[in-house]
């Protein structure tokens, strides 16, 4: 059975920390690219980061850029989202998701339950 348990997330003050981890199981890990999805309430999902299987490479959106950092213990089939200096607009429910070898976001084959971050002003 595949699954994405994410964990790690809660309430912060703004400027504050936050680390999500997402652990996977039920699947080859070193195959799947593994990022994060976050929702805010009445916006859309949105892509936070991704870490490509493919060459190792980070990707962030700009709204997250030199603030969040997204790594990964492959001896755990984890993967780390380490969130610094939040922002209310950082708000949402945010996913563990993956997919197969590339970073598209496009075409996600699994998805965590996801953990919710407030942050507060």
């Known amino acids: 059975e595949v699954q994405l348990v994410e964990s790690g997330g809660g309430l912060v003050q703004a400027g504050g920390s936050l680390r999500l981890s997402c652990a996977a199981s039920?699947?080859?890990?070193?195959?799947?690219?593994i990022g994060w999805f976050r929702q805010a309430p009445g916006k859309e999902r949105e892509g936070v980061s991704c870490?490509?299987?493919?060459?190792?490479?980070?990707y962030y959106a700009d709204s997250v850029k030199g603030r969040f950092t997204i790594s990964s213990d492959d001896a755990k089939n984890t993967v780390y989202l380490q969130m610094n200096s939040l922002k209310p607009e950082d708000t949402a429910v945010y996913y563990c998701?993956?997919?197969?070898?590339?970073?598209?976001?496009?075409?996600?084959?699994?998805w965590g339950q996801g953990t919710q971050v407030t942050v507060s002003s």
């Open positions: 870490l490509s299987s493919s060459n190792g490479t980070p």
């Open positions: 998701v993956a997919e197969d070898i590339y970073c598209s976001g496009l075409d996600i084959d699994y």
């Open positions: 039920g699947f080859t890990f070193d195959d799947y690219s």
